[in-house]
């Protein structure tokens, strides 16, 4: 990459850092909006069951996404923390970045609960 060196262990960005809440959005507006619009179109296309699997689905995805971001940056910061090697910066920011992406799971597991737990489109 241009401007850095070889042996220096990149720091995360303010993007990546918050990558896993940037995926929490999605998910909550995904969720919401498509169980508002799935009511809505309900008794004409779908049925509730399967709208509630489509949801699930929506929320099993969302949940990769974040499963997959805390994943990398643990690996990334434990990595770091192991070897001794990266500035203290940079240490801090991945530890920093493991700990809003696990954050950002658990928000997104607590965002779908309620799939789990109310039927859908209930009058």
């Given at each position: 990459m241009h401007g850095w060196k070889s042996g220096m262990p990149r720091t995360p960005g303010v993007w990546r850092v918050m990558a896993g809440f940037i995926v929490w959005a999605l998910a909550f507006v995904v969720l919401y909006v498509g169980h508002a619009l799935g009511c809505l179109y309900v008794p004409s296309t779908l049925t509730p069951a399967s709208l509630t699997m489509l949801l699930t689905a929506l929320w099993a995805?969302?949940?990769a996404a974040?499963?997959?971001l805390t994943l990398r940056s643990?690996?990334?910061s434990c990595g770091m923390r192991r070897e001794g090697n990266g500035t203290v910066q940079a240490r801090f920011m991945w530890r920093a970045?493991?700990?809003t992406d696990a954050l950002a799971l658990l928000a997104v597991l607590v965002t779908g609960l309620p799939l789990l737990a109310f039927p859908v489109c209930q009058a």
């Open positions: 995805l969302h949940l974040c499963a997959v643990g690996r990334r970045t493991f700990l």
